[in-house]
């Protein structure tokens, strides 16, 4: 049983910072992508920042220059530091993974997803 457990989400004033982390425990015998998502009230899932297990990063043009992504291997925990954060920010901000899971059967490769954590920018 594989699961993501996400925290650090709250309540924010314009330009403010938060730190989301996310710890992936269970049995895990390896971790490819990482990456947070986020959705508003009304709309879509969308990528914010994603990474690989080399480290290669991606973010979504929103938040380019404002958000850092990292990922603490050992840890098998992945972050997201969000600066200069804006009220259309406001959203439930979702940790995404592809694990390589293994049980008395073998191993297998699935996409995980966490519970999600509010993340309100507000004055």
């Known amino acids: 049983q594989v699961q993501l457990v996400e925290s650090g989400g709250g309540l924010v004033q314009p330009g403010g910072s938060l730190r989301l982390s996310c710890v992936a425990s269970?049995?895990?015998?390896?971790?490819?992508?990482m990456g947070w998502y986020r959705q508003a009230p009304g709309k879509q899932r969308e990528l914010v920042a994603g990474?690989?297990?080399?480290?290669?990063?991606n973010y979504a043009d929103s938040v380019k220059g404002r958000f850092t992504i990292s990922r603490d291997n050992v840890k098998n925990t992945v972050y997201l530091q969000m600066n200069s954060l804006k009220p259309e920010d406001t959203a439930v901000y979702y940790c995404?993974?592809?694990?390589?899971?293994?049980?008395?059967?073998?191993?297998?490769?699935?996409?995980?997803w966490g519970q999600g954590t509010q993340v309100t920018v507000s004055s």
């Open positions: 269970g049995s895990i015998f390896s971790i490819y992508g």
């Open positions: 990474t690989t297990n080399s480290g290669s990063t």
């Open positions: 995404n993974a592809e694990i390589v899971g293994y049980n008395t059967y073998g191993r297998r490769m699935d996409e995980y």
